[in-house]
């Protein structure tokens, strides 16, 4: 508990040392999941109207929706040309930090990233897609949400470890990797006749809350965040910030 605390109040004194910081957050919220909700809904809908570009969807949906977990910061954008997050670690450890509280800081963010981005994504698919109105009510298309969530926290844990522990260089390849075998997941799945995308939506349909796929990938996704998170703290200790 004073670990949560130590990150909360962290948290909160770098938003009033900087009121315009949320402002920014929200700026770049607003615009990102705005833009991607509108490609993403014209993907949905051709898949529920046509069948047409079912790889497309899982690939949009595999890769999309971890970065829902990132708040939109200066030191987002500057992570390669800075290396912001080393800089970051850096400071922290001169006052000093520890580990633990650095990465419960971190996880703190996602959370508001989660609550905020992921209102706004599949708020807004929702608003704008007939067809996944027809196909799922309110409370089932909250399931297929959660389902999703829960998918992207499964990547959550790896995307903080590699944040924190490598350059920002190197980071930027290792995102273009991810993204790589995002593709490779979702053409393999359609190879094989499969898609992520309409199972899910079948899920919550048929299940609602209840949905096993919801559970179990939420369920996943909170056992991979805590694993990764004790490998972050153990290897943190000892990364050079230099």
């Given at each position: 508990m004073t670990t949560i605390k130590d990150a909360w109040v962290i948290v909160r004194s770098d938003f009033r040392a900087d009121k315009l910081k949320l402002l920014r957050a929200l700026i770049f919220a607003i615009l990102f999941t705005g833009y991607m909700s509108i490609f993403s809904e014209m993907i949905i809908g051709d898949v529920l109207e046509s069948g047409d570009g079912k790889i497309l969807a899982d690939f949009l949906l595999l890769s999309m929706t971890p970065m829902l977990g990132f708040t939109f910061s200066r030191r987002t954008m500057k992570y390669l040309s800075e290396d912001s997050y080393t800089r970051m670690l850096a400071y922290m450890r001169s006052l000093p930090v520890p580990a633990a509280v650095v990465l419960c800081k971190r996880k703190l963010h996602t959370v508001f990233a989660f609550t905020l981005n992921g209102v706004l994504y599949f708020g807004l698919i929702y608003a704008m897609s007939g067809q996944l109105r027809?196909?799922?009510?309110?409370?089932a298309y909250l399931a297929f949400a959660l389902t999703w969530v829960g998918s992207a926290l499964v990547m959550t844990g790896l995307y903080i470890f590699i944040?924190?522990?490598?350059?920002?260089?190197?980071y930027c390849w290792l995102l273009l990797l991810i993204m790589l075998l995002c593709l490779?997941?979702?053409l393999?799945?359609?190879e094989a006749g499969g898609n992520l995308f309409l199972y899910s939506v079948r899920y919550a349909k048929e299940w609602g809350f209840a949905s096993p796929l919801m559970w179990a990938t939420l369920l996943l996704g909170t056992v991979s965040v805590q694993l990764f998170s004790k490998w972050t703290i153990y290897r943190l200790k000892s990364r050079d910030l230099v």
């Open positions: 027809s196909e799922l009510s309110v409370p944040e924190l522990m490598v350059s920002g260089k190197t490779g997941v979702a393999l799945v359609g």
